[in-house]
């Protein structure tokens, strides 16, 4: 199998996004002044690249197989690396996969691998050179360009490795699909300012390799990833090399996974994205479907037994208790009926709504399942221009229709009161 084979080391192209040249009349200026001002704008792009877009495929690569030789052909096509690199070809790339094998004899075992690609770079255009200190021509080479290119590479793997997409941002992944806050985050007034809690806690855990306690002394200080900062393209389970002939091979690739890599998208897409999800599938040349303005809850607090909930905006009264729904859990029995509350009260201070109920007192910890509904035959519902609009769900949820609104749920844990320790006795009478 074949292996990576390093850039040399003059065609390194330096990066330093926090050293700039500083000129002045008159100055003589040597390698080094140019390296510098080279240096200076490619790592800036690069630090920018790598942290604020990542590696992932801008365009093409597409991954097929040859149908006369044994190769996996790679279309032209762009990516960034996990340096922040370009990664390019304007034509498409060959790997030869029976020589990658070693060049066996006979039909291959079946396999499986990914198809990655990474930057590489090397010299070119050749000029005289001048050694440092000495007038003359010399005979050694030296190049004038350094031309960067894609490399292809085979990964083989036994056990299937893990999606890494599903690994970043784990934090702010489980409070936006589960709502679960990390431990040691406050709960907020709202999801959006939880949100930002949250994301704000995980950046400040970022750090490049070299930065890491148990840094090697070659990792990087500037990127988020070591080299090679391979991008993957495809994934390709299966793979054989079959012999049809006296020196004829043929590659079987029953599939060729292109889901399993990052792809990256214009940012002018992500806005027309946001737009649908604000446009809620409608076809976009009717009314905008922008929120109706109905009530929302700001905050459910429990204290002992008593629950209250705030509401931003006015509710009518006359809606809420049929639209609240109080369920029991039992471990044997699963839900239960509905629970009435006890101690009903409404408050409306003319700008926004509270009300308070009381749960029965328990013998044990009982969860209940409380369901304020914005949907179904009798929401909960606010007045807008004198029309009744139902309830919006939370505060920061996305927008609600006059028609239809959104439910809120959480679920509540009530605890048997704790009791009071008993008094003291107290020795009675004084000095005599």
Known sequence: MTTAQPAPPAAALDVDPFTALAVHFGMLLGVSDFQVLAANPRGKAALHQAWLHGRGVVWGFPVSVAEEVPELVVGAGLAVDGLGREVATGSPMCLDVHAWLGAPDETSA????????????????PVPSIQQGYAGSD????????????????????????????????????????????EGADHRDTRLAEFREVLARHVATLRPPGHAPDAQ?????????????????????????????????????PVVDLSVRRTHMPTWMLSELLAELLDRGSTGSGRCASDAGGPRVRRIR????????????????????????????????????????????????????????DLPEPAAPVTYRLVLSGTGAKPLAGLVNGQPVPLAGLVGDPPASRAQGRDVARRLVIRPAEPLAPEQPTESGGPS
């Open 110 to 125: 079946p396999f499986d691998a990914r198809l990655v690609v990474r930057h590489e770079a090397c010299l070119s255009r």
């Open 139 to 182: 005979r050694s080479p030296a190049y004038s360009r350094i031309l960067e290119m894609a490399r292809l590479e085979l990964k083989p793997y036994t056990s299937r490795p893990p999606d890494d997409r599903a690994e970043a941002f784990p934090a702010l992944r489980r409070y936006v699909r589960d709502g679960l806050l990390p």
């Open 217 to 253: 002394a070659e990792s990087t200080k500037l990127f988020p990833e070591d080299e090679p900062g391979e991008v993957l393209l495809a994934d390709l389970p299966g793979m054989r090399v079959v012999k049809v002939a006296d020196r004829k091979w043929r590659l079987e690739a």
């Open 302 to 357: 429990v204290a002992g037994t008593r629950v209250t909930v705030e509401f931003r905006g006015r509710v009518v009264e006359a809606t809420v208790w049929d639209s609240l729904g109080l369920y029991p859990f039992d471990q044997d029995g699963g839900w239960g009926e509905h629970v009435p509350p006890a101690g009903t009260r409404f408050d409306d201070d003319g700008t926004d709504s509270t009300i308070a109920f």
